[in-house]
Every structure is written in structure tokens, then in C-alpha cells.
């Protein structure tokens, strides 16, 4: 069964530093979210993408953010500069229209 | 409350008891989706339900929507200890691969 990947499964960094989060999207979907989870709070919606663009993106998701497809299967999430409060696990998705599928996650722990 | 939240908030119940959780949002959806959570794992994809649905089954599961009441309920029969885990209910509001708001979640633990 297609699934969505993601690596690494665990980023240590220093603030101020960037990081640039992996995810393959499962082949024939063509929506693409990023979706963040604090520890012990709810999933957190950052930015959907669709067409090559940007379609909605949260508050959260301020200039420090960007999104990419930059060939035809990754989906790649980048933070310029992390800062503490950006230690969370970092969730993909994709769909081909209502269910949503998610990768396992990407643990990012700011120091 | 905000736009999907969850009760209980944990659950305790042994193997082979019935586990239901409720779900409650505040705005108009077009579909209602349903998590499960592994400990620190990701989102487990279980089933999906659309506002003209009032319940839908899928193996063990069973999910009802009562859009009057802006509720649904997940219903676990039979539990396993693999079954442990917290279960998230998401809301679209738009079915057009829009974001999805999720709810605070349930722990579920199954004792044996």
C-alpha cells in the first residue's frame, strides 16, 4: 500500500539555524500539507500546496517558513532561522481529494 | 469549546470492552475523519465520513455523525491492547482537499 515518507525521523539543531524537512508525497495525490504537532498538543495545520503554489497557509507559517516540490515526488518544508518554539513533530500529507494521508513524522528539537 | 474537541480526554477500558469517544465541532464540515496516534508516531488514517452520512462502518470501527449536534462518535467494539493510542477526530470543512482542523484527542489505553 502507498504511503507517504519522511525523513529524517529526528533533527537535532541549534537555534538560528535552518533545517530543511523531507517528505514524499504517496505518487498520484496532487495536495500537499505540512501539518506541526507541539509535544502534548493538537496537530497543527501550517500550509497546504497545490499546483506548484502555495493554496492556505496558517499564522504559524510566517516568513521563517517556505515550501517546495522541487522535482516530481519530494515535497520539502524549510525554517530559515528555528527557534526554540519550533521544536515539534513536523507532519506531511497528501491526498487525491478528501482523505488525507500522513507520513510518520519528523521529530525537530530545537536547542 | 474550539472546533473539534474530543471526550473523553482518556480512556481506560480492558480487552475486549466496547470503546467509544466523542467528538464535538463548532463550524460546517463536509466530512469528519478520524485518527489514530500511536505514541509518538504519526497519523494513522482510519475512516472518513461525509456530512450526508450518518454512520459508517469499517471492520471494528464504527463512526456516526449527527451534523444537528455538530457531533460524531468512534466506536471500538471488541478492543485489542493494540488498540492503545490516542484517536484524533479532523474536520474539513470544504471537501476540496482543504485543511484539516483536528480535535485534542483521546488516549485510549487497553488493559489485558
Known amino acids: 500500500e502507498p504511503e507517504v515518507t519522511q525523513t529524517p525521523s529526528h533533527q537535532v539543531t541549534q537555534m538560528g539555524q535552518e533545517v530543511i524537512l523531507r517528505c514524499v508525497p504517496i505518487?498520484?495525490?496532487?495536495?500537499f500539507y505540512w501539518y506541526r504537532q507541539i509535544l502534548g498538543q493538537k496537530v497543527e495545520f501550517l500550509v497546504s500546496f497545490y499546483n506548484n503554489e502555495i493554496s492556505e497557509k496558517s499564522e504559524i507559517f510566517d516568513d521563517q517558513f517556505s515550501v517546495e516540490r522541487p522535482d516530481g515526488s519530494n515535497f520539502t518544508l524549510k525554517i530559515r532561522s528555528t527557534k526554540l518554539e519550533d521544536s515539534a513533530m513536523y507532519f506531511c500529507a497528501s491526498t487525491s481529494g478528501t482523505a488525507q494521508f500522513f507520513g510518520p513524522g519528523t521529530r525537530l528539537t530545537v536547542l | 469549546s474550539q472546533q473539534g474537541e474530543e471526550d473523553p480526554q482518556a480512556l481506560s477500558i480492558q480487552e475486549g470492552e466496547n470503546a467509544t469517544m466523542n467528538c464535538s465541532y463548532k463550524?460546517?464540515?463536509?466530512?469528519l475523519q478520524w485518527y489514530r496516534q500511536n505514541s509518538g508516531r504519526g497519523l494513522v488514517h482510519l475512516i472518513l465520513?461525509?456530512?450526508?452520512?450518518r454512520e459508517k462502518h469499517s471492520g471494528r470501527l464504527r463512526v456516526t455523525l449527527d451534523t444537528s449536534k455538530k457531533s460524531s462518535s468512534l466506536l471500538i467494539t471488541a478492543s485489542r491492547a493494540a488498540d492503545t493510542a490516542s484517536y484524533f477526530c479532523a474536520t474539513d470543512p470544504t471537501g476540496t482537499a482543504s485543511k484539516l482542523t483536528f480535535g485534542t484527542g483521546t488516549r485510549l489505553q487497553v488493559t489485558l
Open positions: 505518487s498520484n495525490h496532487l495536495y
Open positions: 463550524t460546517s464540515i463536509n466530512n
Open positions: 465520513i461525509r456530512s450526508n452520512e
